[in-house]
């Protein structure tokens, strides 16, 4: 409807309805696609008969805090896995069931849930952990900001001998904390007789060789037991989003979307998480699209855009010049011959592509260094390869991306937009030839 049509009402009420009738036709009282799209949310906690493939896992944690629930010091643990393996997941419900069975038998346990990728410093999680445990009318109060470490923490053992027999503190994505600190604090402030309450720790990691990394003393002082999540098969992938496809609206999803979702999460290494990112967006897109059916092709589609999400987010994240190497390698692909490439074959395209861009160039050895680095494993695969004796071990570089994403995406931050303006497609790829 257009502002003419709306003037043109000469009594307010018609105009008031002609305007509901308007909003109702714009956003319609039932979505096409949702029923209840919250059930896809990452955050959202599954009741326990969703939680899939977990039982084990489940009742080995369940074993280590079973002390708490007749008021005593349950088990430190360590639990680490690839992401989306159900970590967060499981510990919240466990301690939540654990709470719940603590109440029954007279007993107080509470939790407090601290994401380190928030909370990064030994300040803030102490802080954070004081606040989620300060509970109304408490006779110690844990303020936002304005205390030192140490006074956050003789706030928090004040709070903890006056209100709590037991507490858990579940410390997720704990290796993102700037050191051990708080985990040898909490650790070992029974035996050091700075709180009377019982402390058990679970600390997350996603990284597998996080338990490795931590120190002797931290170890010592945890005592903990360790456990691992392994990823998920295709098979429970299905049955996890199985049990949420009432988010959608009956009949929406077409056969074979399910399937699909949980084999791209499988192939990546079993996440859950993009499992359901991916059924959710598939929704998404099938509505932006006026479609009443979810279909495989909106699967595709929102893998691509995942993809595309996710690869912005690294390079977004990564140096000028990593970009300019990033760059070389997928115009490399593009033009060159095969996928694989060295340093060699990357480095005069790059030195190219910065004269091009007005960048100073790197010596070789810094770009060999850079094609090395951690941060470009997600990005590019490099490989040891023999070239014979004369030559020795070299490295083979291959981006893991599709080149013309890459590309697209690189092209697209402010420093390369105008790669293109001064030299030509064809004039690039004779450079690229010739190199
Ligand atoms: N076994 C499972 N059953 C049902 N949903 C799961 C299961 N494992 C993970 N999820 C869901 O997948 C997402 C990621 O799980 P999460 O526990 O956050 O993984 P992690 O902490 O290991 O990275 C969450 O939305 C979670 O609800
Ligand atoms: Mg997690």
Not at 141 to 160: A, E, H
Not at 231 to 252: C, H, K, M, S, W
Not at 287 to 302: F, L, P
Not at 310 to 335: K, N, P, Y
Request: hydrophobic share 35%; glycine share 6%.
């Amino acid at each position: 409807m257009d502002d003419s049509q709306i003037d043109s009402y000469d009594d307010a009420d018609d105009q008031k309805s002609a305007l509901a009738a308007a909003a109702s036709e714009l956003f319609p009282d039932e979505h096409p696609i949702f029923a209840d799209k919250q059930l896809l949310q990452i955050g959202h906690i599954p009741d326990g008969d969703r939680i899939v493939g977990r039982d084990s896992e489940i009742r080995s944690l369940a074993d280590q805090l079973v002390d708490a629930t007749d008021g005593n010091s349950p088990e430190n643990v360590i639990i680490y896995g690839k992401p989306g393996t159900g970590k967060s997941l499981v510990s919240k419900y466990v301690t939540q069931l654990t709470e719940v069975k603590a109440r029954t038998s007279g007993h107080d346990v509470a939790t407090a849930y601290i994401e380190c990728n928030e909370d990064n410093t030994e300040t803030q999680a102490v802080a954070t952990i004081g606040q989620t445990l300060n509970r109304e009318g408490s006779s110690v109060t844990v303020p936002d900001t304005g205390l030192s470490t140490s006074r956050y923490y003789k706030r928090l053992w004040d709070l903890l001998d006056a209100e709590y027999e037991t507490v858990i503190v579940i410390l997720d994505e704990v290796d993102l904390l700037e050191d051990d600190s708080v985990l040898m604090e909490l650790s070992r402030a029974e035996e050091a007789e700075k709180t009377t309450c019982n402390i058990g720790i679970i600390a997350i990691s996603n990284k597998t060789k996080f338990v490795e990394n931590l120190g002797q003393r931290t170890t010592s002082s945890l005592q903990e037991t360790e456990l691992f999540f392994p990823p998920y098969d295709a098979e429970q992938l299905q049955a996890i989003l199985r049990n949420r496809t009432d988010a959608f609206r009956e009949g929406v999803l077409s056969d074979g979307v399910v399937e699909l979702c949980a084999a791209l999460a499988a192939r990546e290494h079993g996440d859950a998480r993009k499992a359901l990112d991916i059924l959710r967006n598939a929704g998404k897109i099938a509505y932006e699209e006026g479609d009443d059916r979810v279909t495989e092709a909106h699967v595709r589609n929102a893998q691509e855009r995942a993809e595309i999400d996710r690869f912005r987010e690294m390079i977004a994240d990564s140096t000028v010049q990593s970009q300019a190497v990033i760059l070389s390698l997928a115009l490399l692909t593009q033009h060159g011959d095969g996928d694989v490439f060295t340093s060699g074959d990357i480095y005069p395209v790059y030195e190219f592509v910065c004269e091009q861009c007005d960048l100073d160039s790197l010596t070789e050895r810094r770009i060999r260094d850079l094609l090395k680095e951690q941060d470009f494993l997600d990005i590019i695969q490099s490989t040891k390869r023999s070239r014979g004796h004369a030559r020795g071990i070299g490295r083979e570089h291959r981006l893991i991306d599709d080149a013309t994403i890459v590309r697209e995406t690189i092209l697209s931050e402010p420093r390369f937009s105008d790669l293109f303006e001064s030299v030509s497609e064809s004039q690039f790829a004779t450079a690229i030839a010739r190199s």
